[in-house]
C-alpha cells in the first residue's frame, strides 16, 4: 500500500456506481459479522474484497477466539469464570488504553459465543488442561493466555479463554470461516470480490459517504449513506509498513495471514484524519514447547542471564526476546529436563550438549561465571519450588543439577518467528474510528486487525484476541452503523 | 541539540588538551556520583558542564530517591520492605525492559541509601502516611508510587519508598545535591564548568576515547583513557526532540529541570551507535489532590466515563488523561466530597456548581444520559465500598449521591502539567551503553535522566525514580569504568 492517499471529496464523484447504506471493505471474519450485523437491521449492505473470493486472513487462521466471562462452552466443561475476572485479567495484561473497550468486550463475550455457534461455528464439548501453542485436535478450550503466569495470576482467577473451532489441523479458523460465510451466502449478502478500495469518499463535513475502489481495471465509486466500516486487516505484508514501524523484525520472521494485509484500511483511515495506535505492536510466535516439560528449563540471553519466567505465553516470551542483546536466547536444560521441542516449523535448533555449564557457556559465548552464577542462583530456590526472580509457577520449578547440558537457540533472528502486527486505527467501543483528538470520523468505523482495541503488543497477547475482537466489533459495527443517520 | 553529531575519529584530533582516565559529562547527581565512585577507585577523573556552575536539573529537583528493600530509613520507622517486594513491584508496575537492571537497584538500595547519608545527605526520621505529591516539610519518608493501587497492591506487599532530603520547600533537591557537591569539592574533583561537549572521540575499534568540547569560543579536546560517562539530564528543553518523540504535549506543558536538558547526551550517544528507548515516554504530573479527599470524586472523560482508579499515582493518572478523547478530561465531585484542589499551579479550574447531574453533563458537553449512567454504575457497588471497575481502594469510596455537583477541569491541555522526559540511551545493569545490537559501546557509559533504566513511562513512574536510579547507576558506571583496562 502507498504510505499515503488523498481523501477524495464528494465534489470530484461525477456518477455513484452503486448506492446502499453500509460499505464493508474486506471479507474477513470483521467484515462479514459487521456485514451480518448490518443487514440485520435492515440496511443495504455491500461487501468488497480485493481477492478474488472471501475468507481473508481467517480463514488461514489457527481459530482461536479469546472468549470468556462464563460462556456456554466454559459453563458446559465446568470452569467457572465471570465477566469481571476477565476484565482485570485484560485490563491488567494488555494495558489497553481504553477500558471501555475492554469492559464492552468483557461483558458481551458470553452472547457473542453464542452468536457463533448460532451461525454455525461449531465448538466441541472438549477441554485441553496442558500447555499449548496450537491444537491439531477437534478440541473446544483450553487456556491461551498469561492468566496462570505471574503477576497475572495474582490480580485475576485464572480460567481457560481460548474458544477452538472444532477443525483439524493448524488452520482450523478455515471451518469456522466457511460456516459464517455459509450464512452470510443463505441470506443473500451481496459482495464484490476482485474489488480494491482504493480512496475514501467524504461530504463536506469530512464525514465518509462512500468509497472509491478498482474493479475490472477501471474506478468505481460506492455510495455509502450511512457508512463505511473497514475490516481490511493488518499489515503483516507490507514491507514498507514494517520497517517503518517494527524495525526490530528479523529476516527470518514469517508473517502470518495473507498478502492483502498490507495496511490499506489503516492508510485510507489516516487519509481521513485517523489516529493510530500502537504500531509497533506485534505478536511473534516461536514457542519452545510443547513438550511442556521443557518449561523447568530456563531461558538465557547472551549475558547468561535469564530476562523472563519460562512460564510465560509464548507471545510474552517472545516479546522478551526480541529486546535481548542481539535479538539472541538460549534454552537451557540439563540431563533430566532434555527433549526436544516438537515444533519443528520454528527451527530452534540444539546448539550441542556438554558435560559442564562451564564449557557450556563458554561455547555459547557467554562470559565466564554468567550462566554459572545463574544456575547457582537459579537452583538456590528451586529446591524449596521458588522462583523469586521472575515468580515462575511452582508446578515448572525445579532444580536443574545435572549434566550432560543442552542448549536450544531460540534467537529471534536464527530461528523462524510467525508475526502478525497488532497497531492499527483507534476506535472506540461503538467501533468508530478516532481523530487525533479523540472524537469520531462521521461515518468510519473498523475491525478486526486494521484496527488497535484490546491487545497491544506480544507481551499483553493471548492467542485469539484476533479473531475473537475482531468478530465481536465487527458485530458492534454493523450494528452501529446501521442506525446511524445519514447525513 | 542538533539531531545529528559526527562522530570524532582519533586521528582528527592533532593535540589532547587534558588527558584523563574518565571524562564525565554533566555535573547533575550522576555526574557527581560517578565521578566521586571513578576517583575514589583510583582513577584520574574530569567533569565537564556546560552551564556555570554544578547542579544540573538535580538541584532545582524536589529531593526525592526512591528506594527501599529495608533501607535504614524505613527500617528506623518501622517499615517492613525487602528487595524482593520492591523489585517486584518495580517489575511489573514499570515493565522495564531489563530485570537485570530492576534486581540490581532493589538489591543495592539499603546499601545506597547509607551511602546517600555518607555523602552528606540529610533525611529526617520522620514519616509522612497521607496521601501527598510534594512534600515541602522536612518529613523523609512517604509513599510515592502505585504500590497501594490496583494491581499492584495485589503483586507486591506496599511500602512507603519515597526517601525525601530534609529541605523546606518545592525544591528540596538542592539540599541533597549541595551535600554532594560539597563532598566532591572536599575530595578535590577536578571540574570544567561552561564546557559544552560536541561530539564524541573514537578510536579504531568504534570505543570512546575522548570528546571534544566547546570552552571559551574554542574547541578543546580531553583524552579519557578508560571511559566516558553521560550524565546530561533528559531532552525536556529541547522543542525539536519533543515534537518527534513526544507529540502528544500540550501548548501548556511545562518542562521541569534546567535550559541544559536538550538531548545532548542521547545525541552524542547515538553518534557513537547507541540505541535509544521508550523515547515517548514522559511523567506528566498536575495532581488533583491534595485534599486527599477529592480522590473520593470520580475522573470522567468528554464521553463521561470513567477511565482510571482515582487513587492511582498522579504521573499514572495523567497517563491515561492524555489518551482521552482531546486529552480533556473532569474531576466529578458532590455536595460532600466537594474542596478545592491545593495545588493550584496545575490551574485546575472549578468548571461551575450544578444542582442535577443532567445539568452538569449538559453544561460539560457530555452526551445525554452518559454521565447520569456512569455515576448510577459507580454508586451501585460503591455502597458496598466496591470498584469493579477500576478497583479503586475501598478507602476512597463512597456513593455520590448528593446535589449541588462540581466538575474541576483537570485536562491536560487546560490544566498546566510538569514533564519530565523518561526516554534516553539504552543501557545494561552496569549503565554501559548499548548498541542497537544489544552490545556495549566500548568505553561509554550513561547515567541519569539521558538513559532508560527502569521507569519507561508515566503511567508506570514514582516519584523519586529519577533521583534514585540516577545516582545509583552513576556509581555504577563510575565504579565500572574505573576499572576497565584501557583500549
Chains 1, 2 share one sequence.
Not at 446 to 461: M, N, P, R, W
Amino acid at each position: 500500500m502507498p504510505e499515503q492517499v488523498a481523501l477524495v471529496p464528494a465534489e470530484d464523484v461525477a456518477t455513484w456506481d452503486e448506492t446502499v447504506d453500509v460499505v464493508v471493505v474486506g471479507y474477513g471474519i470483521a467484515g462479514a459479522c459487521a456485514a451480518l450485523e448490518a443487514q440485520r437491521a435492515g440496511a443495504d449492505v455491500l461487501v468488497v474484497d480485493r481477492a478474488g473470493g472471501p475468507g481473508g486472513s481467517s480463514i488461514v487462521s489457527s481459530g482461536i477466539f479469546y472468549l470468556g466471562g462464563g460462556t456456554a462452552l466454559q459453563r458446559d466443561l465446568g470452569h467457572e469464570d465471570d465477566p469481571e475476572e476477565m476484565y482485570k485479567f485484560l485490563l491488567s495484561s494488555t494495558n489497553a488504553p481504553d477500558a471501555s473497550i475492554v469492559r464492552r468486550y468483557c461483558l458481551g463475550s458470553p452472547e457473542h459465543f453464542d452468536w457463533l455457534e448460532a451461525q454455525g461455528v461449531p465448538f466441541e464439548r472438549s477441554y485441553f488442561g496442558g500447555k499449548s501453542v496450537v491444537l491439531t485436535s477437534t478440541t473446544g478450550l483450553f487456556s491461551t493466555g498469561n492468566e496462570k503466569a505471574w503477576p497475572f495470576r495474582e490480580i485475576a482467577r485464572p480460567a481457560p479463554r481460548g474458544h477452538k473451532v472444532a477443525g483439524e489441523g493448524e488452520h482450523a479458523g478455515a471451518v469456522g470461516m466457511q460456516a459464517i460465510l455459509a450464512t452470510c451466502q443463505a441470506e443473500d449478502l451481496p459482495a464484490m470480490s476482485d474489488t480494491r478500495v482504493t480512496a475514501l469518499v467524504a461530504g463536506g463535513d469530512g464525514g465518509i459517504i462512500g468509497v472509491r475502489a478498482r474493479r475490472d481495471g477501471a474506478d468505481v465509486h460506492l455510495r455509502a449513506g450511512r457508512g463505511v466500516v473497514l475490516g481490511t486487516g493488518g499489515f503483516n505484508f507490507d514491507p514498507g509498513m514494517l520497517a517503518e514501524h517494527v524495525p526490530s523484525l528479523a529476516a527470518t520472521s514469517e508473517p502470518l495471514g495473507v498478502p492483502g494485509n498490507d495496511g490499506s484500511g489503516i492508510v485510507l483511515g489516516v487519509s481521513a484524519g485517523a489516529s493510530t495506535q500502537s504500531m509497533g505492536g506485534i505478536i511473534a510466535t516461536g514457542s519452545f514447547y510443547p513438550p511442556s516439560g521443557l518449561i523447568k528449563g530456563v531461558l538465557v540471553n547472551l549475558r547468561g542471564e535469564r530476562f523472563v519466567a519460562e512460564d510465560a505465553y509464548h507471545g510474552r516470551t517472545a516479546g522478551f526476546i526480541m529486546e535481548q542483546p542481539e535479538q539472541r536466547a538460549f534454552l537451557v536444560v540439563d540431563a533430566a529436563t532434555f527433549a526436544y521441542p516438537k515444533i519443528t516449523a520454528h527451527r530452534h535448533t540444539l546448539v550441542d550438549g556438554w558435560e559442564t555449564v562451564e564449557e557450556m557457556e563458554r561455547a555459547l559465548g557467554m562470559p565466564a561465571g554468567a550462566l554459572v552464577a545463574t544456575l547457582a542462583a537459579y537452583n538456590e530456590h528451586a529446591a524449596s519450588g521458588e522462583d523469586p526472580q521472575f515468580m515462575k509457577h511452582p508446578d515448572w520449578v525445579v532444580p536443574l543439577t545435572n549434566g550432560p547440558w543442552a542448549a536450544f537457540d531460540v534467537s529471534f533472528d536464527t530461528s523462524s518467528y510467525l508475526f502478525m502486527t497488532l497497531g492499527g486505527l483507534r476506535t472506540d467501543a461503538d467501533a468508530r474510528v478516532l481523530t487525533t483528538r479523540g472524537r469520531p470520523v462521521p461515518g468510519l468505523y473498523a475491525a478486526g486487525a486494521c484496527a488497535s482495541t484490546i491487545a497491544q503488543d506480544g507481551k499483553g497477547y493471548a492467542s485469539g484476541l484476533s479473531l475473537g475482537p475482531g468478530s465481536f466489533f465487527g458485530r458492534v459495527a454493523g450494528r452501529h452503523v446501521a442506525h446511524r443517520q445519514p447525513a
